[in-house]
C-alpha cells in the first residue's frame, strides 16, 4: 500500500540534494564594442584573415570564459595622422569600447616602437587599437599575450581612466595585464576581470566626462614589443 502523504525530505535529505545542485552561472556581463576598420590603412587580405580568423575569436572567447560577452558593432571610417601632430579618428562610439583596426599605430602614439597596440582615452573616447602589421595571437605566458585581450583588459581593468606610470610602475602595470591575460587564457581564470568590467560598464554609462586633451596621454604597451 502507497501512504497518499506527500514525501518529504528531512532536512538532511534537503540539504545534500541542494549540495548537487550546480550552481548557477552569473548573468554574462555585455560589453558593448565598437569595431572601426581604417579605411586609410593599406591592410592586406591575409593580415584581416587572419585577424578575423584568430586574434579576435581568441580574445572573445576568452572573455567569454569569465562570463563578459562583447556586444559588438562594426563600421570603416578614417585614422588621419597629420605630421607632427595627434592622430585624428573618425567614426567613434560613445559609450563603448572603440577598437580601431589599423596597420601601424600612429607616430604620436608609438614613438617608434612598433607596438602592437595601444589604449587610451581620446577626446573623452575609449579607445583600443590594434595593428595588424604586429599584432597576435597568445605566444607566451606572462609576456606576450593576445594583442586584442591586452588592450581590452586595459580599459575592463580601469587602466584607461588613469596616465601611464612612467618607468618601473608603468612595466608593473603590462605586467599585471599579462597576468590578468595568462591566467585567463590557462586557467580560464577571470573572477577578478569580471567585477572589473562590471565597474567599468557602471562607470561607461555615467554621465559623459569632460574630454582630455593632454599630449602623450596614450596607455602604451611597452611589453607588447618583445
Ligand atoms: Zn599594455
New binding site residues.
Given amino acids: 500500500m502507497f501512504s497518499r502523504e506527500a514525501y518529504r525530505p528531512t532536512r538532511r535529505e534537503f540539504l545534500s540534494m541542494a549540495a548537487l545542485v550546480p550552481a548557477p552561472l552569473p548573468t554574462p556581463l555585455i560589453v558593448p564594442v565598437h569595431l572601426v576598420l581604417d579605411r586609410q590603412a593599406k591592410l592586406r587580405s591575409e593580415q584581416l584573415d587572419r585577424f578575423w580568423s584568430r586574434i579576435w575569436p581568441q580574445a572573445v572567447r576568452d572573455l567569454g570564459r569569465c562570463g563578459i560577452h562583447l556586444q559588438t558593432s562594426m563600421r570603416t571610417a578614417d585614422v588621419l595622422r597629420p605630421p607632427g601632430r595627434e592622430p585624428i579618428l573618425t567614426g567613434l562610439e560613445p559609450n563603448a569600447i572603440n577598437l580601431v583596426i589599423t596597420n601601424k599605430l600612429p607616430t604620436q602614439w608609438d614613438s617608434g616602437r612598433a607596438l602592437s ?1 595601444v ?1 587610451t582615452l581620446y577626446r573623452g573616447y575609449h579607445v583600443c587599437m590594434a595593428a595588424l602589421d604586429r599584432a597576435h595571437c597568445h605566444e607566451l605566458p606572462f609576456v606576450s599575450v593576445n594583442t586584442c585581450l ?2 581590452l583588459l ?1 580599459v575592463l581593468l580601469l587602466d584607461v581612466f588613469e596616465d601611464r606610470p612612467k618607468g618601473l610602475l608603468g612595466q608593473a ?2 605586467f599585471r ?1 599579462d597576468t590578468y591575460a595568462t591566467l585567463l587564457w590557462l586557467f580560464h581564470e577571470g573572477a577578478a576581470i569580471r567585477n572589473a568590467a562590471q565597474i567599468y560598464v557602471d562607470r561607461m554609462r555615467a554621465p559623459v566626462q569632460k574630454p582630455k586633451f593632454a599630449p602623450g596621454y596614450a ?6 614589443s618583445m
Fill in positions: 597596440g589604449t591586452h588592450e586595459h602595470r603590462e595585464i596607455v602604451t604597451c611597452s611589453r607588447d
